[in-house]
C-alpha cells in the first residue's frame, strides 16, 4: 500500500514553506538548484552517484530545506527519486510535507511495517518520501545496522536517486556511520553563521569513514 497526499493540501503546505524548485520553477533559486543537480550529474559520469547525503557542519544551515529542493529538481528531470529523513533525533521532513509521521524508516528497519507501506508519494514528478518514523532510544544502532545496508540494497534497485536528510556532522555519529554506506555526501554551510573551523572538521570526519564529499552548499539566507 502507497500512501498519497492530498494534491490540493500538499500544494498549499509547500507553497507556504517555500518549496521554490516546484513553486517557483522559473526562479534564480530553482535555477541554482538545476546547476547543483548538473554539478553532481557531472561528476559522476563513470559511476553514477544513487545514494546522496545532505548533512551540515551543525544545525540550522538549511540542509533540510536543501535537501528537499534537490531532490525535487532531480525528480523533475524524470528520475524515480526516494528523499529519506535520516534524522531520527530531531526529524522534520513529515512537518515540510504537512504529514503525520507515523510510519517510516525505523519502523521498515525494525520490521513493523515493509517499505512499501511507509512509503508516501508526494504526486512531485516522481519524487516518494520516506519519514523517519517513531523516534528509537538508540538512533545510532539503527543506522549502522545490518538491516540499514539491506535496505540500501533494496532502494538502490526501486529508484534512480536516494537522498537522505541526516544530521550534522558534528553533532552524532549517525550521520558518520550512514556516510560510510552512501555514495557521496553534499555538505551544507550557511553564510555567516558557520565557522571555518567546522567545515574543516565535519570535512575530516568525513574522510575518515572514506565519505566522497561531492561539494558544499552555501545558503546565503537570513
Given at each position: 500500500m502507497v500512501l498519497k497526499l492530498n494534491k490540493k493540501k500538499a500544494l498549499k503546505e509547500m507553497t507556504k514553506r517555500h518549496f521554490?524548485?516546484?513553486t517557483n520553477p522559473g526562479s534564480e533559486i530553482a535555477e541554482q538548484y538545476r546547476t547543483i543537480r548538473t554539478n553532481i550529474q557531472f561528476s559522476s559520469i563513470?559511476?553514477?552517484?544513487?545514494?546522496?547525503?545532505?548533512?551540515?557542519p551543525s544545525s540550522s544551515e538549511g540542509k533540510t530545506t536543501a535537501a528537499i529542493n534537490l531532490a525535487i529538481s532531480i525528480?523533475?528531470?524524470?528520475?524515480?527519486?526516494?528523499?529519506?529523513d535520516a534524522n531520527l533525533r530531531k526529524p522534520k521532513l513529515h512537518f515540510s510535507f504537512n504529514l503525520k509521521d507515523y510510519h517510516g524508516l525505523t519502523d521498515v528497519l525494525i520490521g513493523r511495517v515493509g517499505l512499501e507501506e511507509a512509503i508516501f508519494q508526494t504526486q512531485i514528478g516522481k519524487l516518494d518520501l520516506l519519514t523517519s518514523g517513531i523516534i528509537p532510544s538508540n538512533p545510532t544502532e539503527i543506522i549502522g545496522?545490518?538491516?540499514?545496508k539491506f535496505l540500501l540494497k533494496d532502494i538502490k534497485e526501486e529508484y534512480d536517486t536516494v537522498i537522505?536528510?541526516?544530521?550534522?556532522?558534528?553533532?552524532?555519529?549517525d550521520t558518520k556511520l550512514l556516510a560510510g554506506l552512501c555514495d557521496g555526501v553534499v555538505m551544507v554551510v550557511?553564510?555567516?553563521?558557520?565557522?571555518?573551523?567546522?567545515?574543516?572538521?565535519a570535512n575530516r570526519l568525513l574522510k575518515l569513514v572514506r565519505a566522497k564529499v561531492l561539494g558544499v552548499i552555501l545558503n546565503e539566507r537570513s
Open positions: 521554490v524548485t516546484y563513470d559511476e553514477k552517484y544513487k545514494t546522496m547525503i545532505i548533512t551540515s525528480s523533475q528531470q524524470g528520475e524515480r527519486v526516494l528523499l529519506i545496522s545490518e538491516a540499514m537522505f536528510d541526516s544530521p550534522p556532522v558534528l553533532e552524532t555519529t550557511k553564510s555567516g553563521k558557520t565557522d571555518r573551523e567546522k567545515i574543516v572538521e
